[in-house]
């Protein structure tokens, strides 16, 4: 691959609640529900990106996030799972869908969301990705990023090859698309079926019909456990049965089936070549177990609050106080960016609240509207400097940030780098503090600009008061400290880390 495999689309977040049923609720006849799991996962284009990620591709995801605790538990997931995210702003909620599940069966589902919000414009990186990239992948779920005019003429200008998973509510595909992957019902709803028509009949005239109406390149059709029906310029069309029995939960099977379509087509394959090696990944994919065994993430124990769910990855509350956590921090995120602000964020251990922290935390705070302060959690703190530390809680941590004039709000994260936290939180500016006595600062490259460009952010660094750091306090005193190992990367790479000029 001469480049990522990029995924444009709309991400939700997937929530499977397992429980047992044993009565039926007193005040209606319906069954009662006690949860003993659940499990988080990114729906949609995510998942797509998840599992293009998880056969070894460079996967780049270009969607919406909102500024909400779904938003900051997806990109955590995303970070986690290897996808390299290239956030929009997203107005209004994080689309959730919740399945209700009692013995592997779906009781119930539970979307949650609301009407779909407008996503934001594309930066020149995303536009830039979207240009190099060996394969193209549209996973449209009719939320709006299919729609968005940049993103769109981006799509239509790419000589890579663009695979296109429709959704009735979405929009046409753009005009030259090598690969549309309708499933049956969506092509009945695009391309009304003649009376009495046989399935493959109805089928292969919907999938022609879409292929002259999109100028595809071609349009295969998903049949379920019966493979998939490809339709070329040619009036003959392919079908490519499954190789073996297909039965189970077919949750995902479709963003399976489009994900591998496009990586083949990314290594150089003919569209009939990637349809087959579709059907079989999609096919092992459900007789294997579907989602639930092709991604086993982090379980939430029955009993711990969904509210604090994303302490897997993205850190929401669990502190007291109207600065800490993701609520705090999304109604602050709403408010200064309604009203055109500038949003600043800083980051890092913060062991030991001393004097050269505050000083780079003020500065930090003059150069926007907002001062967002993202923590290492004690479990990163420790996987980064060693058991010792940190000395302080991560929650008192971040109650002393907190109360500090020029914070304005404090979240904390689990992951060793920021990357997830920043993905959701796109500030404007980065901080962090600079080695200016030394003239290092001169050549400071931080490892966050590369994330920052994803949308069109600045990352800076500010001075700081020379001579003050954690480590050294901690040796001074006599502890075991750590070493001078920074949080997000050696001495050698960082010149601004290396005092711990945030820590």
Request: aromatic fraction near 4%.
């Amino acid at each position: 691959m001469r480049g990522p495999v990029v995924v444009v689309g709309d991400t939700l977040l997937d929530r499977d609640v397992e429980g047992v049923v044993n009565r039926l609720c007193p005040d209606s006849p319906v069954p009662v529900l006690d949860e003993t799991s659940a499990v988080d996962r990114p729906g949609g284009a995510g998942l797509a990106a998840v599992f293009a990620a998880a056969q070894g591709a460079d996967v780049v995801l270009v969607t919406a996030l909102a500024d909400d605790a779904g938003g900051a538990r997806l990109s955590a997931l995303l970070a986690a799972a290897g996808v390299r995210v290239y956030p929009l702003a997203l107005r209004g909620a994080t689309p959730e869908k919740i399945r209700l599940r009692a013995r592997g069966r779906v009781l119930l589902r539970h979307d949650r969301g609301g009407a779909s919000g407008e996503p934001g414009e594309p930066s020149d990186e995303v536009l830039r990705v979207i240009g190099a990239a060996s394969a193209v992948l549209v996973s449209d779920y009719g939320r709006g990023v299919a729609r968005q005019p940049a993103l769109r003429a981006a799509l239509a200008a790419t000589r890579a090859p663009v695979v296109w998973d429709p959704h009735p509510r979405g929009p046409a595909a753009v005009p030259g698309v090598h690969l549309a992957t309708p499933n049956e019902s969506e092509v009945r709803e695009l391309v009304p079926a003649l009376p009495g028509a046989s399935r493959l009949a109805t089928a292969s005239r919907g999938a022609q019909g879409l292929r002259r109406r999109w100028r595809a390149g071609a349009v295969a059709v998903t049949l379920g456990g019966d493979g998939a029906l490809l339709c070329h310029a040619g009036s003959t069309p392919l079908v490519v049965p499954t190789p073996g029995n297909a039965e189970g939960d077919t949750c995902g099977a479709g963003d399976r089936f489009a994900a591998a379509a496009s990586l083949a087509l990314a290594e150089g394959a003919l569209v009939s070549e990637a349809v087959q090696a579709a059907v079989a990944e999609a096919s092992a994919y459900v007789a294997g177990g579907g989602v639930a065994a092709a991604l086993p993430p982090p379980v939430r124990p029955a009993g711990e609050p969904a509210s604090r769910a994303p302490r897997s990855g993205t850190s929401l509350s669990g502190f007291a106080g109207d600065r800490v956590g993701v609520a705090a921090v999304a109604g602050l995120l709403a408010g200064v960016r309604a009203a055109g602000g500038t949003v600043v964020a800083t980051g890092g251990c913060f062991d030991l609240l001393h004097a050269g922290h505050v000083a780079t935390l003020q500065a930090a705070r003059q150069l926007g509207d907002c001062l967002i302060v993202c923590v290492n959690s004690d479990a990163s703190v420790a996987g980064l400097k060693g058991p010792d530390r940190p000395v302080m809680a991560e929650g008192d941590r971040a109650r002393l940030l907190a109360a500090l004039g020029c914070v304005d709000a404090v979240m904390i994260f689990d992951e060793p780098t920021p990357d997830a936290v920043l993905s959701w939180l796109r500030p404007d500016i980065w901080v962090k503090g600079g080695d200016y006595a030394t003239g290092g600062g001169d050549a400071i490259t931080l490892p966050e600009a590369e994330v920052l460009r994803r949308w069109g952010g600045n990352t800076v660094v500010v001075p700081y008061l020379d001579g003050r750091s954690t480590t050294d306090m901690i040796a001074r005193s006599g502890g075991q400290g750590s070493g001078v190992a920074a949080a997000f990367g050696a001495p050698e790479q960082q010149v601004s880390m290396t005092r711990e000029g945030t820590r």
